[in-house]
């Protein structure tokens, strides 16, 4: 495997449900990103990862917990989710932080919140 | 206060004509931009970037224009293939991380 997997690709999940979603990059890097794309709006940066210590939260709500156990693998944790959160939830890499700000993404994960 | 901003939703051109997408930012601390496509069911792919020190940085059929007066950048596409049908994303950032700013995506429909 190269590049950038996500899992899964699609998810429904009714409000009170718990799901996870999972990324994992084979590049060697050592920063890793979720972002949220909805319809019509700008890709929002939710999480930063540098050396598996988070290091930006853009103020998502708690209903969305990363989880960052290597610099390979990154997890978003959802639970009691709102319709509102229904996205396409992107994982990205890079070689760092500082780097010249090429993200490497996932294909995403489709979410459904019932 | 959206930075990064894509003006249009949507862009169809005919094949083998040029696709000009525009983009324009607020942010005056922004020195790297990026462009990005993304296919359906894709994740974004980088495409092309341009440092704040250049104007125009090309790459085969894509070029990018970079008017900092004006704060506004352009992704020229010549010729323009069927292929190239997808969603371009303007980006930007600030400082020497990877924090992008993404701007709302413009929809390049390639008619053959």
């Known amino acids: 495997e190269t590049g950038v997997t996500q899992t899964p690709r699609h998810l429904v999940m009714g409000m009170t449900n718990k799901k996870s979603l999972k990324c994992e990059q084979h590049l060697g890097h050592n920063a890793m990103y979720w972002y949220k794309q909805s319809a019509k709006k700008p890709l929002e940066l939710m999480f930063v990862y540098n050396f598996k210590e988070q290091t930006e939260n853009n103020s998502v709500p708690s209903r969305f917990s990363p989880e960052c156990p290597n610099s390979s693998h990154l997890f978003l944790h959802l639970h009691t989710l709102q319709p509102e959160d229904s996205a396409l939830y992107l994982c990205?890499?890079?070689?760092?932080?500082?780097?010249?700000?090429?993200?490497?993404f996932g294909e995403g994960s489709r979410l459904t919140v019932l | 206060d959206q930075q990064v901003k894509q003006n249009s939703p949507s862009l169809s051109v005919q094949e083998g004509r040029i696709s000009i997408l525009n983009c324009d930012y607020t942010?005056?601390?922004?020195?790297?931009f990026l462009w990005y496509k993304k296919y359906p069911a894709e994740g974004p792919t980088f495409l092309i970037s341009i440092s704040s020190i250049k104007d125009k940085n090309e790459d085969g059929r894509f070029t990018v224009f970079l008017n900092k007066s004006a704060k506004h950048l352009s992704l020229h596409i010549v010729p323009s293939q069927p292929g190239d049908s997808a969603v371009y994303f303007c980006a930007a950032d600030g400082t020497s991380g990877s924090r992008l700013t993404f701007g709302e995506g413009t929809q390049l429909t390639v008619n053959p």
């Open positions: 942010n005056s601390m922004f020195d790297y």
């Open positions: 990205a890499s890079s070689q760092d932080e500082t780097g010249t700000g090429e993200l490497f």
